[in-house]
């Protein structure tokens, strides 16, 4: 039975950071891409960074030097550091896992493992 474990999130102000974390297990080997996406109110799911098993990553536009994403395979987890945090960085962030290509890595339906989310608050 695969399981993802979030955990890292929390309230901060306007240019604070948060280290987010997902810990998972029941995936075979290491070579699934792995991802981070947040749900804000009254929005649509969003695809916020990916990682695949090499260490390739790609990220969406408004977090593009602010967020890294990592992955330990050895420990079969990643994280998401989140720097110079906005207010429209607030939402559930949940972490996913599935064997797709990186190309895909953004897209929420093409995932089929999910965490249960861990909430980020940016304050102004």
């Known amino acids: 039975q695969v399981q993802l474990v979030e955990s890292g999130g929390g309230s901060v102000q306007t240019g604070g950071s948060l280290r987010l974390s997902c810990a998972a297990s029941?995936?075979?080997?290491?070579?699934?891409?792995m991802g981070w996406f947040r749900h804000a109110p009254g929005k649509e799911r969003e695809g916020v960074a990916a990682?695949?098993?090499?260490?390739?990553?790609i990220y969406t536009d408004s977090v593009k030097g602010r967020f890294t994403i990592s992955r330990d395979n050895a420990k079969n987890v990643q994280y998401l550091q989140m720097n110079s945090l906005k207010p429209e960085d607030t939402g559930m962030y949940y972490c996913a896992a599935d064997w797709v290509p990186l190309t895909l890595g953004l897209r929420p339906p093409a995932y089929s493992h999910w965490g249960q989310g861990t909430q980020v608050t940016v304050s102004s």
């Open positions: 029941g995936l075979t080997g290491s070579t699934y891409c």
């Open positions: 990682v695949d098993s090499d260490g390739n990553t």
